[in-house]
T-cell receptor, first 109, second 113 residues
């Protein structure tokens, strides 16, 4: 069946380093992908999206990479800051939107 | 703009009690959604609406009802609460004509004893 998963449930990164959060998806027909950030006690917040006709998209300090060959999505955060501490999850849209379980990003001082 | 707001923020219910969760958005979005978020699971869609007066079932609709009498409001009702409905509920809205991004509210934490 369709599924959206994450390789690591928790990721610890030194402040200032780059963070890479990964996501696998199984529906090859999905045409739109989104990354959300969810801080403790808050609702999910849109970070960046990418359509299936692209393989890379950049935002402010964030980059999303899409590898359709292996059905893999990643979120790169440059120069990680304490404010980046949150749960990050991906979502894919095929005939419906499926959300991943999330990866918790922990920033080390 | 306040964006998407939800009331209440937190509620405790006894099994069998009923309640209504209110979602309001001031972005003039056509689409609205109700999700539940449980530990170790991704967001799951309960019901959604593609416009005023219309609603549709999502992935986990059983035990819930919804109404969209006004474009800006989307209500989620629990007629007879069960412990399995203990969860954090998120409302979201989107404007399909300009973006597929869903904007989420801050959530309602519900505990059913």
């Amino acid at each position: 069946g369709e599924s959206v998963g994450l390789h690591l449930p928790t990721l610890s990164v030194q402040e200032g380093d780059n963070s890479i959060i990964n996501c696998a998806y199984s529906n090859s027909a999905s045409d739109y992908f989104i990354w959300y950030k969810q801080e403790s006690g808050k609702g999910p917040q849109f970070i960046i999206d990418i359509r299936s006709n692209m393989d890379k998209r950049q935002g402010q300090r964030v980059t999303v990479l899409l590898n359709k060959t292996v059905k893999h999505l990643s979120l790169q955060i440059a120069a990680t800051q304490p404010g980046d501490s949150a749960v990050y999850f991906c979502a894919e849209r095929g005939d419906k939107i499926i959300f991943g379980k999330g990866t918790r990003l922990h920033i080390l001082p | 703009n306040a964006g998407v707001t939800q009331t209440p923020k937190f509620r405790v219910l006894k099994t069998g009690q009923s309640m209504t969760l209110l979602c309001a958005q001031d972005m003039n979005h056509e689409y609205m959604y109700w999700y539940r978020q449980d530990p170790g699971m991704g967001l799951r869609l309960i019901h959604y609406s593609v416009g005023e007066g219309t609603t549709a079932k999502g992935e986990v609709p059983d035990g819930y009802n919804v109404s969209r009498l006004k474009k800006q409001n989307f209500l989620l009702g629990l007629e007879s609460a069960a412990p399995s409905q203990t969860s954090v509920y998120f409302c979201a809205s989107s404007d399909p004509t300009s973006s597929e991004t869903q904007y989420f509210g801050p959530g309602t934490r519900l505990l059913v004893l």
